[in-house]
């Protein structure tokens, strides 16, 4: 079968079946009235097609500028789409919660939470979950008190346990870095990962967390142990993410805490 493409004022159309002419025609396409009429001009003559006439199949386009990626459709049937459509990410930045200093004898990455500190860390699962901020994808610091606080967290609500976890030694080691912490968390997030993606939690120390908090939102963060500071941004990715809103850039939502209420 062969196919023909006509375009009537930038409205396309596309012409299936074939048609038997002997010479060589030159087809066109008008609408009077918006009624469809179809004709073959030839050399020696000019005459209303009757038999195997074409049928019209009007192609889709969108209505974006000439510029942009075009989506046609054929009798339903869909072409590439455009380039996605840029969506709200929302960053979630988590201290852990209180430590323990009872035995002295522990290195500082090995102190567990404190009783006081497992209370909180319950608390504020359940204020991300009232708040509708569950991350799809949490990285993590691998020091003992921030995994203790993931796991109370994971133990109350379901859908930090549905979440794809990672833990980073470097998590724990860069927040003690001054001004290296909010590039850091970009690179590691931006590798780990993907554009479906929209909501993602990391979770680490001080000071480097609430130096990143602030750097990214361009205010001035305090996130006290079990504080965490909630951001957006808005990008096709999360490296388009980033490069729009830039340093200051991202907007503070607000700080949920476990003692505060909602």
């Known amino acids: 079968m062969n196919a023909v493409t006509v375009s009537v004022s930038n409205i396309t159309l596309l012409l299936l079946e074939p048609i038997s002419i002997f010479r060589a025609p030159q087809?066109?396409?008008?609408?009077?009235?918006?009624?469809s009429l179809i004709s073959v001009k030839s050399s020696t003559s000019r005459r209303r097609i009757r038999r195997n006439p074409m049928r019209?199949?009007?192609?889709?386009?969108?209505?974006?500028?000439?510029s942009s990626p075009t989506i046609e459709t054929v009798e339903g049937q869909a072409l590439p789409e455009s380039e996605s459509e840029s969506v709200t990410r929302r960053l979630i930045l988590l201290r852990h919660a209180m430590s323990s200093w009872e035995d002295t004898s522990l290195r500082d990455h090995d102190r567990p939470l404190s009783k006081a500190g497992q209370v909180d860390a319950a608390r504020?699962?359940?204020?991300?979950q009232q708040l509708g901020w569950?991350?799809?994808?949490i990285l993590c610091s691998n020091a003992l008190r921030t995994r203790e606080t993931l796991k109370i967290m994971q133990g109350q609500v379901r859908g930090f346990l549905e979440a794809e976890v990672h833990f980073f030694s470097s998590?724990?080691?860069?927040?003690?870095?001054d001004g290296q912490t909010a590039d850091h968390i970009q690179q590691v997030i931006c590798k780990y990962t993907r554009d479906e993606i929209l909501t993602v939690m990391c979770?680490?120390?001080?000071?480097?967390?609430e130096e990143a908090a602030s750097m990214f939102t361009g205010a001035s963060v305090e996130l006290k142990t079990c504080n965490a500071a909630l951001l957006e941004a808005t990008g096709k990715s999360w490296e388009e993410a980033f490069a729009l809103a830039g340093l200051g850039g991202w907007k503070l939502q607000?700080?949920?805490?476990?003692?505060?209420?909602?």
Not at 27 to 35: G, I, L, M, T
């Open 203 to 209: 979770m680490g120390h001080n000071r480097g967390w």
């Open 254 to 262: 607000g700080i949920v805490k476990p003692s505060s209420s909602l």
């Open 27 to 35: 087809v066109s396409a008008c609408f009077p009235n918006n009624k």
């Open 56 to 66: 019209l199949v009007p192609l889709t386009r969108s209505s974006s500028s000439s």
């Open 134 to 137: 569950i991350p799809e994808l």
């Open 171 to 177: 998590f724990y080691s860069i927040a003690a870095m």
């Open 124 to 128: 504020v699962s359940h204020k991300l």
